[in-house]
């Protein structure tokens, strides 16, 4: 949205812009849900219920108004820091299921990691900034989400 200066040019006032930042993280997990037996467990999750690892893309996309004096709503360094911290130092190089405390009762599912990096930085960045979030499995599987 512009507003219309009293000289009767438009002034970049309610443009929004979207910055998206991508990290990868190297994990390790098993799909395993403690409410099914061993076998349900084997059949829902086939080879995903052994442990193995991925090299996860996190893409996160924060969204702002841009500030006429900056050019900008945030700093692309601000929001480094807060992946590095949300992100990278309690996910990377971890074994999700073992390392993190979020995942004891929660299976290491792409859906559930998605959330908990949501959950994570929605702590740190300002209220309502956090727009998406995709965490990329492989090339071809990923999940993207925004928030519930």
């Known amino acids: 949205m512009q507003t219309v200066a009293r000289e009767g040019k438009l002034s970049p006032a309610g ?3 979207f910055l998206s930042r991508t990290e990868i993280i190297a994990a390790a997990h098993r799909l395993n849900s403690k409410s099914l037996s061993d076998a349900e467990n084997k059949k829902l999750f086939g080879k995903c219920n052994q442990s193995h690892g991925h090299n996860y893309t996190v893409m996160v996309t924060v969204r702002g108004e841009i500030n006429p004096i900056s050019g900008m709503f945030m700093n692309i360094y601000t929001l480094q820091e807060h992946m590095q ?3 990278m130092k ?4 971890k074994n999700l299921d073992q390392d993190v405390a979020y995942f004891a009762d929660v299976v290491s599912t792409t859906e559930n990691l998605a959330v908990y990096i949501w959950e994570s930085l929605q702590k740190c960045l300002p209220a309502g900034c ?10 071809k599987n990923f999940i993207v989400y925004k928030g519930g």
């Open 90 to 93: 309690p996910l990377d190089h």
């Open 130 to 139: 956090l727009y998406k979030v995709k965490v990329y499995e492989s090339d």
């Open 85 to 87: 911290e949300a992100i």
């Open 15 to 17: 443009r929004v812009a």
